[in-house]
């Protein structure tokens, strides 16, 4: 497609942060795939969905549509969640947001997760039945932390949980797993032998203790890709990760002595993200979720797409319509994250 088969309003679109534009895509572009710009400012054309239900997973907080991705991607996570339930004694990934999907800023909850190379992955097993819709709604966060949110409660941490997180930071093709100070910590004090080589990828980051936040390198040949930069052979286990601990030590509240200025968010614009991710929102839609769904890897899943068709409101748009503009996801609810720091 040429730039000027794009609408002179996607290009001039500054008007309308880019989150609402990209928010109310609900199919991938028909596109080759490509991971457009940086983790926090991009897009993604010709993403592919993960099947709801797999063989050692199953996804969570459908009302979001936000389980598309790179098809790396993909098949990344379906492997840690074969793997780790055949060697790690985990019962299966509960998988919260991969990317929305064309990418790009979301309505609310994330600042990277853009390009489909980022998961979040609790810390909580999948339970042993298959959830409802509703169920995967409220799936509690469940932190493993104890209440002071400085170490690690050794009530609900398990080897299970090492191991998991060890096996996903061991794949040569993972660039960093984001995780709490606090559980950083742990695996500063617990790591043994060669697994203490992959503490410098294991990175401190704001409210991560519920959940770890997989982050993938750009794939071969993405020449649109920007990988963040290498963290280095640091394994981050003195001076960084005590001063990430003080960041997140419990304080007093001291009272305002004035009244506080609220400072709103500057929120990404089309202008900021790579040009041709004006062509991604441009771009023909896939026509059903068969069609973009997943089913590559050793094990493909295949999946009814319908399965969820009398409870997920994107499916009963997908199964009853060919107007894929007519649904948005429903935001209101969606607790909002801590803001990160700049570094990463």
């Known amino acids: 497609m040429s730039v000027l088969a794009v609408p002179a309003a996607v290009l001039a679109a500054d008007a309308v942060p880019a989150k609402q534009l990209f928010g109310k895509q609900n199919l991938p572009s028909k596109q080759p795939t490509q991971s457009l710009g940086f983790y926090a400012k991009g897009c993604l054309a010709g993403g592919i969905a993960i099947p709801v239900d797999g063989p050692a997973w199953q996804v969570i907080h459908l009302s979001r549509n936000r389980r598309w991705g790179n098809p790396d991607m993909i098949a990344l996570v379906e492997r840690l969640a074969r793997e780790s339930r055949a060697e790690d004694g985990w019962n299966g990934l509960m998988i919260g947001d991969i990317s929305q999907p064309r990418g790009g800023p979301m309505l609310s909850g994330h600042a990277s997760h853009q390009i489909g190379l980022d998961a979040d992955i609790w810390l909580t097993p999948m339970p042993s039945h298959t959830m ?31 191991r ?36 410098s990828k294991m990175r401190p980051i704001y409210g991560h203790h519920y959940h770890f936040h997989i982050r993938m390198k750009c794939p ?5 890709c920007e990988d963040q930069v290498d963290p280095g052979p640091d394994s981050g286990c003195g001076k960084q990760v005590t001063e990430w601990l003080n960041r997140v030590k419990p304080r007093p509240v001291a009272k305002p002595t004035k009244p506080t200025k609220i400072v709103k968010p500057k929120h990404l614009m089309m202008s900021a993200l790579p040009n041709a991710c004006a062509l991604v929102l441009n771009a023909a839609s896939v026509r059903s979720m068969a069609e973009a769904e997943f089913s590559g890897g050793s094990n493909p899943v295949q999946v009814p797409v319908t399965a969820y068709a009398a ?34």
């Open 132 to 162: 409802s819709y509703d169920e995967r709604e409220v799936v509690p966060e469940a932190s493993v932390l104890r209440r002071d949110m400085m170490t690690v409660d050794s009530r609900k941490w398990s080897k299970a949980h090492e």
């Open 164 to 199: 998991l997180i060890v096996r996903a930071a061991s794949y040569p093709r993972v660039e960093r797993v984001f995780m709490h100070p606090a559980i950083k910590k742990k695996m500063c004090d617990t790591l043994k032998g060669g697994d203490r080589a992959l503490l």
């Open 220 to 224: 071969a040949g993405s020449v649109n």
């Open 311 to 344: 409870e997920d409101p994107v499916a009963k748009v997908i199964a009853a319509s060919d107007d894929f503009s007519v649904f948005i996801p429903p935001m209101g609810s969606i607790p909002q994250p801590l803001v990160r720091p700049a570094t990463q």
